[in-house]
């Protein structure tokens, strides 16, 4: 299995709601991330777990609340988010140490805040 | 700090022709550089990358890269281009460590291939 599965595809919510993305895979990778993608722009990174603890968070508001339940699981809170939060979100996750150094992504997750 | 550029926004090409597409990075040591594609709503997949040895690397799909260190480059390139190759492709250096084994990795803007048939 080298896939990364995000849930759901599309998602819709109003700026009270709350959500949750999730990833999962199951490629025996210990880090795991979160990506933030507008329309035609690069990918930018939100969060990095590696080994199940957080260890990189790029300044994201705390309207978004990442967890990592266990290896093969990432998931990303959401609450009270803003119409310009809408965007591509994209988990990724990768071998730790590994000479075969890359990332794999999931197909992502299409969020609209109305 | 890392950083990687994709001078062009877009590039056409004709069906059946040599395609390239350029990328030049910035790197304090040595670089760890890669190339993604993005097909439409779907996420990236990797193509090749370059960590050391030999300058011309071999990838998916009939693409190869070529790493040229006096000129800071990272070009993408297919002898023959396909219709299906059109997507969004991505230049991506290694930046920090984050703990043992794991990178953050900064992208270039992206340029989108156009394949004519």
């Known amino acids: 299995d080298t896939e990364v599965t995000q849930t759901p595809k599309h998602l819709v919510m109003g700026m009270t709601n709350k959500k949750s993305l999730k990833c999962e895979q199951h490629m025996g990778h210990r880090a795991m991330y979160w990506y933030k993608q507008k329309a035609k722009k690069p990918p930018e990174l939100m969060f990095v777990y590696s080994y199940e603890k957080l260890s990189i968070n790029e300044s994201v508001p705390s309207r978004f609340s990442p967890e990592c339940p266990n290896s093969s699981l990432l998931n990303l809170h959401l609450h009270a988010l803003q119409p310009e939060d809408s965007a591509l979100y994209l988990c990724?996750?990768?071998?730790?140490?590994?000479?075969?150094?890359?990332?794999?992504f999931g197909s992502g997750t299409q969020l609209s805040v109305l | 700090a890392q950083s990687v550029a994709q001078p062009e926004d877009q590039v056409n090409v004709a069906e059946g022709n040599p395609l390239t597409v350029k990328c030049t990075y910035s790197v304090s040591g040595n670089p760890y550089l890669f190339w993604y594609v993005q097909y439409p709503n779907r996420g990236l997949q990797f193509l090749l990358k370059?960590?050391?040895?030999?300058?011309l690397v071999k990838g998916s799909y009939g693409f190869e890269a070529e790493f040229n260190k006096s000129q800071t480059s990272f070009h993408l390139k297919k002898p023959s281009a396909l219709v299906s190759d059109s997507a969004l492709y991505f230049c991506?250096?290694?930046?920090?460590?984050?703990?043992?084994?794991?990178?953050?990795?900064?992208f270039g803007t992206g340029t989108r291939l156009k394949v004519l048939a």
């Open positions: 990724a996750s990768s071998q730790t140490g590994a000479p075969n150094e890359k990332l794999f």
């Open positions: 991506a250096v290694r930046d920090m460590r984050i703990t043992s084994g794991t990178y953050k990795y900064i």
């Open positions: 370059y960590i050391t040895g030999d300058n």
